[in-house]
């Protein structure tokens, strides 16, 4: 049999439930990928360049180059991503967390064997940064309420890498010090923090044989049983049965397997399609971006700032990046080539106008420097401005109407009165409605004018004048497209949009909440306050149906298995969310363990406000 090889994170994921260890690296079935991995990847690069005593920010450090193959995945950190990057790596070397020693190493790899078995199991793994006393892992979090001392010490990964300094021989000492060097991701207040133990070399020594090589062994073993997909449900679930190993880090990305929504073999055809989708999209990027691989491989590590130096000279005489590296690729169509040289212009000085949209919030990082405060750099309303003034009451889209012309004028208008509010540049007001106007919603008024006499006589172009258009563009016909504009936002400025907006929805309290501050009683209001329990009764219901309509014929939620009942919850989380709406729970004084404590976790990933913790 061939070695098995395994990396911390993987007897990581075994130790809380073996079946989503089992089918991710032995079935090999395919997991998305999510969107915070990138801004890791990215931020660790730039770690890695300042202690490797290199420029941490070079042009084109933006772009994610694959760990492996050193290619350029096409992935692109936002403007505010790059803002908040810089900040986070900036207050890193300023505040002394990211320092550089002598004979320190970084991304070194190392190879453990695992001792008393009798096929070779290896496990392999990347130290971020090794000094002769310490080994370090950067973490890019959005809150250091998971990285405690206690934490840290039992972490198996940080034990892991000091045996491994042990055992090539890089520590000398008699103790070695583990340490996480957390960058929060707060856009607000972006801070680094320094979190340390010391751990003697006997105690990483026993932690590996006490923990570790038992793990390494039983995963051994379930390799060997040779388990067909159709199976799975033989391999144990959650190691804790709390539940949490299906919530954590975002969810589970195997939970419709385990639900029985999908067999395997359709999760893994679906999910193949989707990976090759984002191939496909992944390639096409890279093509628009860096040409073909000869260019790539010019673009990546020291030839980076020399490449785009290059691309930037040549892209103003209308080069095509293929050209400029000597490379023909025929596949490329003409428009990507003139794309860029046409766009170049419009996106380099967007200079603010000073005019701001009614729902602008004063001071908000995110718009406060676009062409018009309140709307992003796409033309659409700001979501954090419309979120933030929504929760606290202030003014938002709602009564408002907006047009966008083909050349970037802005018009806000009221939906009552017709007033205009805001007008960006001399555009008139009935030229740009008429811009925006389709063509199908200028044929109805004359539809509703052709029963009229001498109306069939006359020419067409006779009749439009007669039909003053301008009485249906008063009353905009088509209210509901009010906020949608001619420059359609991408798929992932409309996720985190959307998904800015969705956690500015509910808070959780795990402290008690004061009574008096609950001045309504409809669940789904800002100002309700509505314990856990009586979240957990209203959807109990709900929740009971759908576990019946899958083949449980209960009478009582609570007839159900404990598993299925944390199955159900995981799976309705965003419907629950939904129904709470922008309500504050009142989590105080649950039990640990209970369906209402799994509620609580299951909801905390919508939550824009968690005071306190779970204990």
């Keep these: 049999m061939k070695p098995l090889y395994l990396s911390p994170s993987q007897i990581d994921a075994y130790k809380r439930c073996q079946r989503c260890w089992w089918l991710k690296s032995v079935i090999k079935a395919p997991e998305p990928r999510k969107k915070t991995t990138i ?48 900040a986070l790596i900036t207050a ?90 957390l960058f929060v991701k707060n856009a607000d207040r972006p801070r680094t923090k320094v979190v340390e133990v010391e751990r003697t070399a006997q105690e990483v020594k026993d932690y590996f044989d006490d923990l570790v090589v038992p793990s390494c062994q039983r995963m051994l073993h379930l390799v060997k049983r040779d388990i067909k997909r159709d199976d799975w449900s033989s391999v144990a679930g959650d190691m804790n049965d709390t539940g949490r190993a299906c919530d954590a880090y975002g969810g589970c990305p195997y939970l419709p397997i385990c639900s029985g929504r999908v067999t395997v073999d359709e999760f893994i055809k679906q999910q193949t399609e989707d990976k090759e989708e984002r191939k496909t999209a992944e390639q096409d990027a890279r093509s628009l971006l860096f040409g073909g691989k000869k260019q790539q491989k010019e673009g990546g590590g020291k030839n980076m700032s020399r490449f785009l130096d290059k691309v930037r000279s040549n892209a103003a005489a209308g080069t095509p990046p293929a050209e400029q590296a000597g490379q023909q690729e025929p596949d490329t169509p003409e428009e990507v080539t003139t794309a860029p040289v046409e766009e170049a212009p ?59 012309t083909d050349e970037g004028a802005v018009l806000i208008t009221e939906e009552d009165t017709g007033e205009v509010v805001l007008r960006s540049g001399d555009v008139e007001v009935a030229p740009a409605k008429e811009k925006i106007v389709p063509k199908e919603e200028k044929k109805e008024p004359e539809q509703e004018q052709e029963p009229e006499t001498e109306a069939k006589k006359e020419a067409p172009k006779e009749e439009k004048p007669k039909a003053k258009t301008a009485a249906p563009k008063e009353e905009e016909p088509k209210p509901e497209q009010k906020l949608k504009t001619t420059d359609t936002p991408t798929d992932a400025e409309f996720a985190r949009e959307a998904y800015e907006q969705e956690r500015m929805k509910m808070a959780i309290s795990y402290a008690p909440v004061r009574q008096r501050q609950r001045t309504s009683k409809k669940l789904g209001e800002s100002n309700c306050v509505a314990t856990v329990t009586e979240v957990m009764e209203l959807v109990a219901e709900g929740l009971l149906k759908s576990a019946n309509a899958k083949g449980a014929a209960c009478d009582d939620y609570y007839q159900l298995a404990r598993g299925t009942r944390i199955d159900m919850i995981s799976m309705n989380a965003r419907a629950i969310a939904d129904i709470v709406g922008s309500s504050t729970i009142d989590a105080s004084g649950m039990q640990r363990g209970s369906d209402e404590a799994h509620l609580c976790f299951a909801l905390e990933r919508f939550a824009g406000m968690i005071y306190g913790s779970q204990q």
């Design 92 to 181: 890193g070397i300023k505040d002394g967390v990211l320092h550089r020693a002598p004979d320190s190493r970084t991304e070194q790899q190392f190879q453990l064997d695992v001792p008393d078995v009798d096929t070779p199991v290896k496990i392999k793994m990347f130290l971020d940064h090794l000094t002769t006393d310490a080994v370090e892992d950067h973490k890019f979090c959005g809150s250091t309420r998971y990285y405690s001392d206690k934490v840290l010490k039992n972490a198996l990964a940080m034990n892991l890498y000091g045996v491994a300094a042990y055992a090539h021989g890089y520590v000398q000492n008699d103790s070695i010090w583990l340490r996480y060097n």
């Design 39 to 86: 801004f890791g990847d990215i931020g660790h690069a730039c770690c890695d360049r300042f202690l490797q005593g290199k420029e941490p920010f070079p042009e084109g450090w933006e772009y994610e180059i694959n760990r492996w193959t050193k290619e350029h995945t096409g992935n692109k950190l936002t403007k505010a991503e790059q803002s908040l990057c810089k």
């Design 346 to 404: 419009k996106q380099e000085a967007p200079k603010p106008t000073g005019l701001a949209a009614p729902w602008y919030r004063e001071g908000c990082k995110a718009c406060s420097g676009n062409e018009i405060k309140g709307l992003s750099s796409k033309k659409s309303p700001c979501a954090i401005c419309c979120a933030m003034n929504k929760k606290e009451g202030g003014t938002t889209t709602e009564g408002y109407g907006m047009t966008v």
